[in-house]
């Protein structure tokens, strides 16, 4: 029997290691995007250079893109299933929460489409708002 974390690892054409597993394990848990010192902290005594290889392995078959924040470090949160190899389809909105410092997808809030100059071509696009995320709105 696979488990649902092999089975995800599996259909993004990644081969199911041990480590893998207990990354993408830690990642489903998550509410929000994670930084590497945020896995490796959740991870211990995992070694952060095999998280961080793990991280851009996901990264590169589709299955987590990162968002920089302007925090310094890129967080990482799970793609949709549409993200592959080939490319990564994430046209959300991430928001980034002044109180709590955390950064979430917005998977339902697409990104709008921009009109760009002439000769402009865009490459990769991302849109982040910082503000008051819900569950600090709530308490205030
Ligand atoms: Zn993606
Ligand atoms: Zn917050
Ligand atoms: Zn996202």
New binding site residues.
Partial sequence: MKTEVEHKLISKQINPTANRMLVLDFLLDQRSAISLTDVERGLVPTDRVTLYRTLKTFEEK?LV?SIDDGSGAPKYAL??DD?DAEG???LHLHFYCNTCSETYCLPKTQIPKVQLPANFQAGEISLLIKGLCDKCNSIA
Wanted: proline fraction near 0%.
């Fill in positions: 589709g893109h793609c949709a993200c990564h389809h994430d």
